[in-house]
Structures are given as structure tokens and as C-alpha cells.
């Protein structure tokens, strides 16, 4: 059961990925999330502090870092480990738009 959640929970955050790269706000605090799963326990976490207007990427970054550095700490605290087993989807440069392939689909009007 607890592995099946897993497995819907990265499809979730798989789409919220997507999201945050088409319409980036908080950026590190969407990719730097969590699925921690122990016995039966299974949690998504995407947490932090919102960064204020004209913070940089890095300052985000750090931020970002920062904060789940505390989480971490208290799931292996709660658990005795803290693996994340949450899977960021590749950046395909789409910056999460639905882009088909149309590389093959014949041109309206003809060529």
C-alpha cells in the first residue's frame, strides 16, 4: 500500500513540477520537496518560507535548503532516516507546456 502511495504522490508532485516551471514561484521550495515513506507512513511535504519580491535564485535556493534541512531532521528524528523519495521529471525545456512533437503532422494548407 505504502509503496503504491509513493507512486501516486510522485505523479502528483511530477505535475506540480510541471506547474511551477511554466509559472515559476517558488521554484527550489516546489523542486526540493519531499516523499518520505516509512512502514505504513507516507507524507508529501512541500513547505518553506516564501521568498520576497527581488530575492535572488540562489537566495531562494539557500532558503530552500535551509528549511527542509529542519524537516529532514525531524522525520529521522520521528523515523531514524529521512530518504527522499520524491523524483524530479526532467526539465525538457518546455518550461511546462503541453509542446506536441509535430515534427511529422501535415501542414495546414499544404507546404
Do not use: C, H
Amino acid at each position: 500500500y505504502a509503496d503504491k502511495a509513493v507512486e501516486a504522490l510522485n505523479a502528483g508532485f511530477a505535475q506540480n513540477v510541471s506547474y511551477i516551471r511554466q509559472y515559476p514561484f517558488g521554484t527550489e521550495k516546489v523542486l526540493n520537496g519531499r516523499i518520505f515513506k516509512n512502514g505504513n507512513y507516507v507524507a508529501l511535504i512541500i513547505a518553506g518560507q516564501t521568498a520576497e519580491e527581488g530575492t535572488t535564485a540562489e537566495q531562494e535556493a539557500k532558503m530552500a535548503e535551509e528549511d527542509y534541512e529542519k524537516i529532514d531532521g525531524v522525520w529521522e528524528e520521528l523515523f531514524g532516516e529521512a530518504k527522499n523519495l520524491a523524483v524530479v521529471p526532467e526539465d525538457d525545456g518546455s518550461n511546462g507546456a503541453l509542446l506536441p512533437d509535430d515534427g511529422n503532422a501535415p501542414l495546414v494548407g499544404g507546404n
